[in-house]
C-alpha cells in the first residue's frame, strides 16, 4: 500500500453532506509472481459513473480503459487487485449491495491470487476488507484513521494479506 493511494482516496471522503459517493479500481503487482498484493494504483471516478449522496456505480469501460493504460505503462505488471469506494458514515459497513457487487467482482472478474482487497472510506475511519473465491465471507484485515498522516512502514504487513488464514488456493482461471 502506498502513501499516494490513501491520500487519493482521503481526498474523496464525504465530510460535507453535499459530498456524493466516490470509487474506482484498486491497481497494483504481485512482487515476484508471488500472491502477496502491492497496492500502487488506483482509478478516480470518471464522468460517466453514476454517483449519488448513497451510491456509486462505476462506469467499467471508462475504467477499463484506465486500468489497460497502467498495464501497459507498467511493462504488463500492474493488475485489477479490488475496488474502492466512500460512505457518508464515520466507521464504514459495507451493505448489502456492497457485498453482492464485491462477491461478483470475485466471480466474474480475472485476477492473480486467492483473492480481491475492497476498501471502504468512512469519515472518521478507512477500512479494507479481503475476500477469496473459497471463502464466501470478507474478513476485515486493516483499518486506518481516515485523512490522518500515514506512514507506510507502518503496516508493511500489508504486502501478504494472503497470510490472514486464507486458502492460498490459487484462483486466477475466470472466465
Ligand atoms: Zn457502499
Known amino acids: ?9 482521503w481526498g474523496y471522503a464525504q465530510h460535507r453532506s453535499k459530498d456524493r459517493e466516490a470509487g474506482g479500481m484498486l ?3 504481485h512482487p515476484l509472481e508471488t500472491e502477496d498484493i502491492v ?16 451510491q456509486f456505480h462505476r462506469d467499467q469501460a471508462a ?28 466507521d464504514p459497513h459495507p451493505s448489502s449491495l456492497d457485498l453482492s457487487s464485491w462477491k461478483k467482482a470475485i466471480k466474474h472478474t480475472a485476477f492473480h491470487g486467492p483473492g480481491l482487497l475492497f476498501i471502504i472510506v468512512g469519515r472518521r475511519t478507512t477500512r479494507l476488507w479481503y475476500g477469496t473465491a473459497r471463502r464466501k465471507t470478507f474478513s ?36
Open 1 to 9: 500500500m502506498t502513501a499516494s493511494v490513501l491520500s487519493t482516496m
Open 27 to 29: 491497481i497494483g503487482h
Open 39 to 54: 497496492l500502487d494504483c488506483l482509478t478516480t471516478p470518471q464522468p460517466q459513473d453514476r454517483r449519488s449522496r448513497h
Open 63 to 90: 475504467h477499463q480503459e484506465l486500468l489497460d493504460l497502467q498495464w501497459i505503462l507498467s511493462g504488463k505488471k500492474r493488475t485489477y487487485v479490488g475496488e474502492w469506494h466512500t460512505h457518508p458514515e464515520d
Open 140 to 175: 476485515l484485515i486493516y483499518e486506518w484513521p481516515t485523512g490522518e498522516h500515514y506512514d507506510p512502514q507502518e503496516d508493511a504487513n500489508l504486502r501478504q494479506p494472503a497470510h490472514h488464514g486464507q486458502s492460498r488456493t490459487r484462483a486466477n482461471r475466470k472466465e
